[in-house]
């Protein structure tokens, strides 16, 4: 078997898990007219969406999974889903961005296709927290 | 008879007409359920199934 020029799957999850382990997080939604993206480095409430029984910064997310590795991949997905009980958010939104809520750092941004909701419940439903699945993988 | 919660209370699900929309994106797959009283939509609920993302670590060479 020959060498392999590669990144180190410990390097991955050290530095992801540095960020994400254990770490309190929020996921904020933001207006389809909004420009949340990449270049974003922390949460702020530009464009973000404001309603009945939606409070600023979003919700928490529930954190109890910690990154980890199959193979040469290591990966995180958030260990619940994400749910905005009983809310009203007449104006389109179209992201969500999570953040860690120790320093605003985000993590990242995810854009589904303008929705609003009327005195209903927005649930964001994770992925299966695997190697080929997760929220996050490197 | 299930009440739904709407904008106008809670309606008995009878009364409403329920219609469910699927849309598919690259970061995730949505599905709307709408309430309808009469023509009025009193109630709209989304699940977003979010989709993976892979960060693709880039390695240069010497």
Redesign the interface.
């Known amino acids: 078997m020959a060498n392999a020029?590669?990144?180190s799957v410990q390097f991955?999850a050290d530095s992801m898990g540095g960020i994400l382990n254990g770490a309190a997080q929020k996921a904020a939604l933001y207006l389809a007219s909004a420009s949340k993206g990449a270049t974003d480095t922390v949460y702020n409430t530009t464009g973000e969406v404001s309603g009945t029984n939606y409070t600023a910064g979003g919700v928490a997310v529930t954190n109890a999974n910690s990154v980890a590795v199959t193979g040469s991949t290591a990966?995180w997905?958030p260990s619940a889903n994400i749910v905005y009980t009983?809310v009203?958010l007449a104006t389109a939104f179209d992201a969500?961005q999570i953040y860690r809520t120790s320093d605003s750092h985000l993590v990242?941004t995810?854009?589904?296709?303008a929705?609003?909701?009327?005195?209903?419940?927005?649930?964001?439903?994770?992925?299966t927290n695997d190697s080929?699945?997760?929220?996050?993988?490197? | 008879m299930a009440l739904i919660?709407?904008?106008k209370g809670d309606i008995e699900d009878a009364l409403l007409e329920k219609k469910v929309i699927t849309?598919d994106?690259?970061?995730?797959t949505?599905t709307?359920?709408e309430y309808f009283l009469g023509d009025e939509?009193?109630?709209?609920?989304?699940?977003?199934?979010?989709?993976?993302?892979?960060?693709?670590?880039a390695?240069a060479?010497f």
């Open positions: 020029q590669s990144v991955k990966y997905t009983n009203t969500v990242g995810w854009v589904f296709g929705q609003t909701i009327t005195a209903g419940t927005l649930t964001l439903t994770m992925p080929s699945n997760a929220l996050l993988r490197c | 919660y709407t904008t849309e994106y690259p970061d995730a949505v709307a359920t939509l009193v109630k709209r609920d989304v699940n977003v199934a979010l989709k993976g993302r892979d960060l693709n670590m390695q060479s």
